[in-house]
Nanobody
C-alpha cells in the first residue's frame, strides 16, 4: 500500500522558517518524482516544488524560488521542504505527492498528474 505522510507544519511568524517532511512507503522510491503542493482557503491546489529521486532534478514555483529548498534522504525514503523567509501568503495546507519518473519535467508541478497524495499538513504564517 502506497503511503505518503507529511509532518512539520505549524504556526510561525513572517520571516521565520519551517521544515516539512514527507515519509514515503509502499513503492520503489527512486522510480518516482515527489512533489510538494499547497492549497490556501478558497484557492486551487498549486505546485510548489518537486524532486526526481533518481537524479536529483528539482524545480520550484516562482513564488518560492530562493526561499524554499527541496531535498531527499533516500536511505529513509523521505523528502524535505525547507521553507525560509516565510510570508503570510505562504499560509496553506501543504501536501506531498508522488508520480512515476516517466512524467516529463514541464508537467511535474501540475497537481493533476500526480497519482498518490498525503493527507496534508497546515502551515500558518502570521504577519
Amino acid at each position: 500500500e502506497v503511503q505518503l505522510v507529511e509532518s512539520g507544519g505549524g504556526l510561525v511568524q513572517a520571516g521565520g522558517s519551517l521544515r516539512l517532511s514527507c515519509a514515503a512507503s509502499g513503492f520503489i522510491f527512486d522510480e518516482y518524482v515527489i512533489g510538494w503542493f499547497r492549497q490556501a482557503p478558497g484557492k486551487g491546489r498549486e505546485g510548489v516544488s518537486y524532486i526526481s529521486i533518481i537524479d536529483g532534478e528539482t524545480d520550484y514555483a516562482d513564488s518560492v524560488k530562493g526561499r524554499f529548498t527541496i531535498s531527499s534522504d533516500n536511505a529513509k525514503n523521505t523528502v524535505h521542504l525547507q521553507m525560509n523567509s516565510l510570508k503570510p501568503e505562504d499560509t496553506a495546507v501543504y501536501y506531498c505527492a508522488a508520480v512515476g519518473i516517466h512524467i516529463s519535467s514541464p508537467l511535474r508541478l501540475v497537481p493533476e498528474i500526480y497519482d498518490y497524495w498525503g493527507q496534508g499538513t497546515q502551515v500558518t504564517v502570521s504577519s
